[in-house]
């Protein structure tokens, strides 16, 4: 397809849910060979600081399928942060998501604090994180399209992700409700509440929608599982196909890849649905991963590439 013809693009979309030909045809070849168990993500490497072209071709071949892969790489416990830093390169990530808790280098470390600001925040603890998509309280403009992980130490036990492709959850909703895509793509479906700190608005509250179609046709998917601190629509159907993604992310779905990553191993992907379970550390695991949360989507990847 003609990439510069955006009203031609946006007419034969299959993420718009009156598109309905369109969409068939795209969830036909998107559920093709379609993954069926995590190990099927997996791609063995040897440095991502140095990432053999057939190695980059493996792990792009299951991003352009499922939105992500999973690395397993030889660095084991290598806390150097060019590691990630350069996986993202390989994927022409360019606008890294500096946030107020990040390191000096952009990625976040997510290891438990017990002191300063990071302790009150859920990701620095050792509890479980419940199914989301980061930065699902962003301002519009700066959603995120690519998140990436790379394991300097997992726990002594726990700390599993559960993964979800967004794709995959969009067609079971859409199979069972086309509606439900409606008005899960409404303008006001999920609104974050403002955070007020000292008595001061520190981030405007933000409504958007759940599922929203990008500039470049993408699908794009913002969204919390969590109850707290959370607005969703005040109506029956949203109700409705909230209850159905939910009973989805509880079940035993093939589509949802649940496994522990490993030291040197990581996730590439355009921002799917996951989970972190509860962990507990020892002296000699600290569990260490780095995050880095991005503006832009993984070259190569997107539905008119």
Not at 98 to 124: C, F, H, M, Q
Not at 252 to 271: D, F, Q, T
Request: hydrophobic share 35%; with cysteine; proline share 5%.
């Amino acid at each position: 397809m003609n990439s510069n013809k955006p009203q031609a693009r946006s007419l034969l979309n299959p993420f718009h849910p009156d598109n309905d030909e369109a969409y068939q045809q795209w969830r036909d070849e998107k559920l093709h060979n379609y993954p069926e168990d995590l190990s099927d993500l997996v791609v063995e490497i040897g440095d991502p600081r140095s990432l053999k072209k057939s190695e980059f071709e493996a792990m792009l071949t299951r991003v352009r399928k499922a939105n992500m892969v999973v690395y397993a790489g030889k660095t084991g416990t290598d806390p150097d942060p060019e590691i990630p830093l350069a996986m993202a390169r390989y994927f022409g990530l360019q606008g890294l998501n500096r946030n107020w808790l990040a390191d000096e280098t952009g990625l976040t470390s997510l290891t438990v604090r017990e002191d300063g600001v990071r302790k009150n925040y859920i990701p620095y603890t050792n509890k479980a994180i419940n199914w989301h998509t980061d930065g699902y309280y962003n301002i519009a403009r700066e959603q995120i399209q690519a998140l990436n992980l790379h394991v300097v130490q997992r726990a002594a036990s726990g700390g599993e992700n559960a993964l979800m492709d967004h794709e995959m959850a969009y067609i079971l909703l859409r199979e069972q409700n086309p509606d439900y895509i409606r008005v899960l793509m409404a303008a006001d479906a999920l609104t974050i509440p403002a955070r007020i700190e000292d008595g001061k608005v520190a981030r405007k509250e933000e409504p958007g929608p759940v599922f929203s179609i990008t500039a470049e046709g993408n699908l794009h998917m913002r969204y919390t599982i969590r109850v707290s601190n959370v607005i969703w629509a005040d109506d029956d159907l949203t109700r409705e196909a909230l209850a159905y993604l939910k009973k989805i992310l509880n079940s035993n779905s093939p589509c949802i890849y649940r496994g522990l990553l490993e030291p040197g191993m990581g996730l590439v992907s355009n921002n799917v649905l996951h989970d972190r379970a509860a962990f507990t550390d020892d002296a000699e695991h600290k569990r260490h991963y780095y995050r880095a949360r991005f503006f832009d989507r993984l070259t190569g990847t997107s539905l008119y590439d």
